[in-house]
């Protein structure tokens, strides 16, 4: 397994994003090498559209850049902070753009492929999208419904449960069994990459 997969995707170090957000030129290029291509692929997944993806990308770098957000260490990892940014700042554009510009669907390849360097995606980012991607196939597909409305189209459990005529508490329990098999599948990936 590639041992740089908790450093390049899950474990940038936090003094970066620290000085990142205080205008540190190597540390902000240091940021975007390591977790670019997978806030891309999420917010290519989210949006259905690599230009609006790449839209939401630079305005949330430049936030960075410009300090208007901040990495706080008591909230989580750099990548999951990352991550939450892009998530919900796709989802907002996704809300706010005309329908038309919306797109219903999106394969898990296009969103696989959907990465800035395309060929150029680092042997670590593709080792974690490989384990998400298995997981998640792994899932019982009703498990797996209820996740993907839930983080790429940004739906609330209610939500969800409406549209699939299905009841609230079926829906949450579907994501709290998916999301806990998620966590484990990673967590025993890591335990293993750091063993190995």
């Not at 680092?122 to 792994?138: K, N």
Request: hydrophobic share 40%; no cysteine.
């Amino acid at each position: 397994m590639d041992s740089t997969l908790p450093q390049a995707a899950s474990a940038i170090d936090p003094k970066i994003a620290a000085r990142a957000g205080k205008g540190d030129h190597l540390a902000f290029s240091q940021l975007y090498d390591q977790s670019s291509t997978v806030l891309f692929s999420l917010a290519v997944r989210i949006l259905g559209s690599r230009e609006e993806a790449a839209e939401v990308l630079q305005d949330l770098f430049v936030d960075v850049w410009r300090k208007a957000v901040r990495y706080d260490v008591g909230r989580g990892t750099p990548i999951a902070w990352l991550l939450t940014l892009t998530r919900s700042r796709a989802i907002d554009r996704l809300r706010t753009s005309p329908p038309r510009v919306r797109r219903q669907n999106v394969s898990t390849d296009d969103a696989e492929n959907g990465t800035p360097a395309g060929q150029f995606e680092s042997p670590a980012d593709q080792a974690l999208r490989t384990v998400i991607s298995t997981t998640l196939a792994d899932l019982p597909q009703a498990q797996r419904h209820a996740i993907e409305l839930s983080y790429y189209e940004g739906l609330s459990p209610v939500e969800i449960a409406t549209r699939l005529s299905q009841p609230l508490d079926a829906v949450t329990a579907r994501i709290r069994l998916g999301m806990s098999k998620l966590r484990e599948s990673l967590h025993t990936y890591w335990e293993q990459d750091k063993s190995a």
